[in-house]
C-alpha cells in the first residue's frame, strides 16, 4: 500500500486553509496532517507532525514564508517545502528560491496541478511552472545586463560531462526525472546520478539553485 503524503498547511487565511484541506482530502495518496496561521505557528508544527511537505503562503504575520522556509530548511532538511501563493512576481520567487523553497504554484492553480506538485517536491524533484521559471531567468538576465556580469570560470571548477549539461539543460526547461530519463533514453537511477554529481560540480543544494546558476553563468540557455 502506498504511503501517504503527511501535508501541513501554513496561511494566515482560514477559509483558504479549510478549503485547501477539502481538496486535498479528495486525494488518497495525501494525508493532511496539521495547519498553522503564520510562520512561528507553522515551525511549531513542523517540530511536533514532522511534515513530508509544507505548503506555504509567503506573506503572513509574525514570520512571512520566505524566512520561516529558510528556518524549516535550515533545522529540518528533510522537510520539503511548496511556496503556494498569490504572487507571481519574480522577485518572491527568487527569495522563496533563495529560502530554500523546492517548488512554487500559484493559488489559482488546477487542483491536479497541485497534487502534481506535491508528489514531485516530496519525491525530491522541484515543480515550477514554466512561465514562472522563465520569469526567473528574465530577471537574472536582466540583472546580468544592468550589472555587466559575466561567466567567470573558477579556478579548479570541476567540468559538467556531455550527459550532465544535457540533464542541467532539461533541469532548466522543468522536466522531471522520469520527463529527462525518457528524453535522454537512459534510467530513473542514471538520471538521479547525474543530477548528484551536478549539484555537487556546481555548489548547491537543489535542481532549481543549479537552473538558476546555469543560466546566470551561461552555462545553459534559458529556452534551449
Known amino acids: 500500500m502506498e504511503t501517504s503524503i503527511r501535508v501541513l498547511i ?44 509544507v505548503l506555504m503562503d509567503i506573506n503572513m504575520p509574525k514570520l512571512n514564508g520566505i524566512e520561516t522556509t529558510r528556518q524549516i530548511r535550515r533545522n529540518w532538511p528533510k522537510v520539503r517545502v511548496l511556496a503556494l501563493t498569490i504572487h507571481d512576481d519574480e522577485g518572491y520567487i527568487s527569495e522563496m528560491i533563495r529560502a530554500g523553497a523546492r517548488g512554487y504554484v500559484l493559488k489559482d492553480a488546477e487542483p491536479d496541478n497541485l497534487y502534481h506538485a506535491i508528489r514531485r517536491v516530496c519525491d525530491g524533484e522541484t515543480y515550477f511552472p514554466p512561465e514562472l521559471m522563465e520569469k526567473v531567468m528574465e530577471r537574472y538576465h536582466r540583472l546580468n545586463t544592468e550589472y555587466g556580469q559575466q561567466r567567470v570560470d573558477r579556478p579548479g571548477e570541476e567540468p559538467l560531462t556531455r550527459r550532465e549539461l544535457e540533464v542541467l539543460e532539461c533541469i532548466v526547461k522543468g522536466l522531471s526525472n522520469r520527463d529527462i530519463a525518457g528524453a535522454l533514453f537512459i534510467s530513473e537511477k542514471t538520471v538521479k546520478n547525474h543530477i548528484t554529481s551536478l549539484l555537487r560540480k556546481l555548489n548547491v543544494t537543489d535542481r532549481t539553485q543549479a537552473a538558476v546558476l546555469a543560466v546566470q553563468q551561461g552555462i545553459v540557455k534559458a529556452g534551449s
Do not use: F
Open 10 to 53: 501554513v496561511d494566515d487565511h482560514s477559509l483558504l486553509r479549510q478549503g485547501l484541506v477539502r481538496l486535498l482530502d479528495l486525494e488518497s495518496t495525501i494525508d493532511v496532517v496539521g495547519q498553522a496561521a503564520d510562520g512561528e505557528q507553522a515551525l511549531e508544527k513542523v517540530e511536533e507532525l514532522a511534515p513530508d511537505v
